[in-house]
Nanobody, 124 residues
């Protein structure tokens, strides 16, 4: 069992940046592939990006590629999502998730553990 808690959300203007963090407790994060998803009001929860257990490989959704980046610190049991060049369509609740899969899955069903989410709002 692993407990995930996100932080760092907030409100920014178009073109701004935010840094989201996800801290884990219960088990070491080095056992898990980690991902970020987001959900806008009335929409499905979409894949943002994922990072493998070692932090050596990442994978991003097309809509955020080149603007967002994921990193992890297994010693501190944290994963971070850096959001740059933000757009109003990036407004959503952002969730971190952990999976026991070895590969980098992009589907919600592959992730066993979820945080409670943190709100990101981008105004034009």
């Amino acid at each position: 069992q692993v407990l995930l808690v996100e932080s760092g959300g907030g409100s920014v203007q178009t073109g701004g940046s935010l840094r989201l963090s996800c801290a884990a407790s219960g088990r070491t994060l080095r056992l898990y592939a980690l991902a970020w998803f987001r959900q806008a009001p009335g929409k499905e929860r979409d894949f943002v990006g994922a990072i493998d257990r070692s932090g050596g490989s990442t994978y991003y959704g097309e809509s955020v590629k080149g603007r967002f980046s994921i990193s992890r610190d297994n010693a501190k049991n944290t994963v971070t999502l850096q959001l740059n060049s933000l757009k109003p369509e990036d407004t959503a609740v952002y969730y971190c998730a952990a999976s026991t899969r070895v590969e980098l899955p992009a589907t919600r069903g592959a992730y066993q553990y979820w945080g409670q989410g943190t709100q990101v709002t981008v105004s034009s």
